[in-house]
């Protein structure tokens, strides 16, 4: 059983176009996030949920709407894509207060190309 | 900016030998310090971390060193394998922060 996982795991796509990325954790973690890793791998925070509630959004461009349907779902929505987008995105999962025992979990990625 | 500054960028090794991965943050709010390691096309995955409390921790192949007044950390690979070539992360955050600040990365290769 996958612990996160997300979809799809390829999505190539044309600049203007909108198109959502989805995760699931079936972990039992509160807390859940978006990281971005650039071309020269550089992980980057973009949102993190606790309970469903979102907790931090690191300065993204509005372009950019996460969704929190339950505690064991998060989804990344981007309108209105760029070339600049293009990246691969990293859900992840974690219990608060149990970071020094599980750490954090990440999927496989979603490898988006805009052309 | 960066929270934490990861050294070097690259490192080739040859099978047997020990890489050497270097971190530094300024945030004395940190208290948790995880490294992470990621294969292509799959996700960053927990290796080891450690708390400022503790100067030095194993597990198995893995070392980290952590040097709290310096606000320094390392990665030790003893006895190095071609299996072990990846992409190490360090990371830092702290208890109320909701999120992992991640170094740069280094991509280690260790040649048979």
């Known amino acids: 059983d996958t612990a996160v996982s997300q979809t799809p795991k390829y999505l190539v796509t044309q600049m203007g176009n909108d198109k959502s990325i989805k995760c699931e954790q079936n972990?039992?973690?509160?807390?859940m996030y978006w990281y971005k890793q650039d071309s020269k791998k550089f992980l980057k925070i973009m949102f993190s949920?606790?309970?469903?509630?979102?907790?931090i959004n690191e300065t993204v461009p509005n372009r950019f709407s996460p969704k929190s349907p339950d505690k064991a779902h998060l989804n990344l929505h981007i309108n209105s894509l760029e070339l600049g987008d293009s990246a691969v995105y990293f859900c992840?999962?974690?219990?608060?207060?149990?970071?020094?025992?599980?750490?954090?979990?990440f999927g496989s990625g979603t490898r988006l190309t805009v052309v | 900016q960066q929270q934490v500054k990861q050294s070097p960028q690259s490192l080739i090794v040859q099978k047997g030998g020990i890489p050497i991965i270097n971190c530094a943050y300024e945030?004395?709010?940190?208290?948790?310090f995880p490294w992470y390691q990621q294969f292509p096309g799959k996700g960053p995955a927990l290796l080891i971390a450690?708390?400022?409390?503790?100067s030095e921790k194993k597990e198995g192949r893995f070392t980290i060193s952590f040097n709290k007044s310096a606000k320094q950390f390392s990665l030790h690979i003893m006895d190095s394998q071609p299996g072990d070539s990846a992409t190490y992360f360090c990371?830092?955050?702290?208890?109320?922060?909701?999120?992992?600040?991640f170094g740069a990365g280094t991509t280690v290769t260790v040649r048979a």
């Open positions: 949920y606790n309970n469903k509630e979102l907790i």
């Open positions: 972990l039992g973690h509160d807390t």
């Open positions: 992840a999962s974690s219990q608060e207060g149990a970071r020094e025992r599980s750490g954090y979990t």
């Open positions: 945030n004395t709010a940190f208290d948790y």
């Open positions: 990371a830092a955050s702290s208890r109320n922060d909701y999120k992992l600040s």
């Open positions: 450690i708390r400022p409390d503790v």
